[in-house]
């Protein structure tokens, strides 16, 4: 092992650490920017209980978001100057873009937006929280674009060993780019959606008194948060409110992903050829290529139709590829890890399918339906506490109490698809840093020793595991705690008064 593999390692891990907490930053920002327009449209006081909720849950998140990407930055000059020596008059304005516009745009508002409740007027507010979410997904699509140029190199020129950009608009616009950001984008959703999907089980079932196992736990109802001022049916269908939100934007998403997915497709059969066939583990140009569902189940002509959109067509193999690129760019490995890039294409389908499938069952599930004329009774929900609910013409019934524990299990699921993908995407391109220009033995530092990557290798390692204990232990905490109490005044009686009245409450939320 020598610097260059540990390079590598160290940035694989902060990365992938960074990126547990850059999808669900992007995600939940808007869903609780969508829960916050509801309430100041609606005036209903658990539409603000829901916006507080999940706002603390999504401020934890970012503030651990930005800590453990400032990282990133220091790597690319300590551990990578070569490649940063390469990259950099390219880098320098969709990473200038990134920071001064889209950065200070989220990071600005978002201060509005924290410290202006009792402070600003409720549109203003509301429109502050908008822009912080706009802020980061501008910025999601400028580090994208940028990374999208690492896979298809497009608007610039090699002057004297240096990659000079002579087209910004070229840069923005790299199909690999239009491709991968809503596809990006869309996984984030659906990332953040599981999540609130699993919260919002949980305590639908914390509610009830239902543990995962089915079982009662210690309390019931009402007796667990101390609260025993607000019926049951009433909390829990706050919680179906924040579930049913979830369901439609994690099925929405899942819709976007698979068709930007199979966009991707086809330009990685023209773009990065090695990369498609790594993913079957096609070794020979072979066409109506199949695709294997786990080794030994294949699928005939699949990879050619989602490759190409034709049964038929031909799929390039890794050994003849390899042969090519010898010709093309001399005697090297062209050949990226097999093993890790079919499996992560398998995950990150599966996986997602999975959680896609789960928010489509969900609402089927909590659809309304219509019944008898006068109601009909439905079957204890789920265990102590649940009771039993009425459900007439048009009502909408609660959620089964086995469907809350089965989003709560499923919280991994989308995580694990989207990190799956970023290792399809990057360990795929390999032994490229630069597609075609630029191999990654080429790209670190030359003075970086072995041992100064091992130390601070080590140091990110520790640190970044007392960063996920702390985080952890924040989420759950708060999510055990449950939202704020709704004001004794009634939203809609301040709404109706005055709309842009500053909102007076008893306690703050942060």
Known sequence: MDALDLARWQFGVTTVY????????????????????????????????????????????????????IVQEFQFGMNWSEYSTFVGDVFGAPLALEALLAFFLESTFLGLWIFGWDRLPKRIHLAAIWAAVIGSNLSAYFILAANAWMKHPVGYEVVNGRARMNDLWAVLTNSTALAQIPHVVAA?????????????????????????????????????????????????????????????????????????GDLSGQLLREQQPMKLAAAEGLTRDTDGAPFSLVPGVEVPGMLSLLAAHDPGATVQGVDDIQRRYEQQFGPADYTPNLPV????????IGFGMATVGLSVLGLWLTRKRRGRAGGRRTRNLGGTGAGSAGVGNGAAPPVPSWFARACVLALPLPTAAII????????????WTVQGE?????????????????????????????????????????????????????????????????????????
């Open 420 to 431: 799956a993908g970023w290792l399809l995407s990057e360990i795929g391109r390999q032994p």
């Open 341 to 348: 890039v079919f499996w992560s294409f398998r995950v990150m």
């Open 188 to 260: 984030a959703f659906v990332v953040a959606g599981g999540f609130v999907l699993a919260v919002s089980g949980y305590r639908i079932l914390r509610e009830r008194g239902v543990g995962l196992t089915g079982r009662p736990v210690t309390g019931a109802g009402s007796a667990i948060d101390g609260d025993t001022t607000v019926p049951l049916r009433r909390r829990t269908d706050m919680w179906r409110t924040s579930l049913r939100g979830a369901l439609v934007m994690t099925a929405l998403a899942g819709v976007v992903v698979a068709g930007t």
């Open 438 to 510: 630029l191999l990654t033995a080429a790209s670190v530092s030359p003075g970086v020793s072995l041992t100064e990557v091992a130390i601070s290798l080590s140091v990110f390692t520790v640190l970044y595991g007392v960063l996920a204990l702390a985080e952890a232990v924040l989420m759950v905490r708060h999510v055990k705690a449950g939202p704020e109490q709704p004001p004794a005044t009634p939203d809609h009686a301040i709404a109706a008064a005055d709309p842009d009245a500053v909102r007076r409450t008893p306690t703050l939320m942060y």
């Open 18 to 69: 960074h990126f547990l907490f850059v999808p669900l930053t992007i995600g939940l920002g808007v869903f609780v920017a969508g829960l916050q327009t509801a309430w100041y449209r609606t005036g209903k006081a658990h539409y603000l209980s829901l916006t507080k909720f999940f706002g603390k849950l999504f401020l934890i998140n970012f503030a651990m978001g930005v800590v453990t990407g």
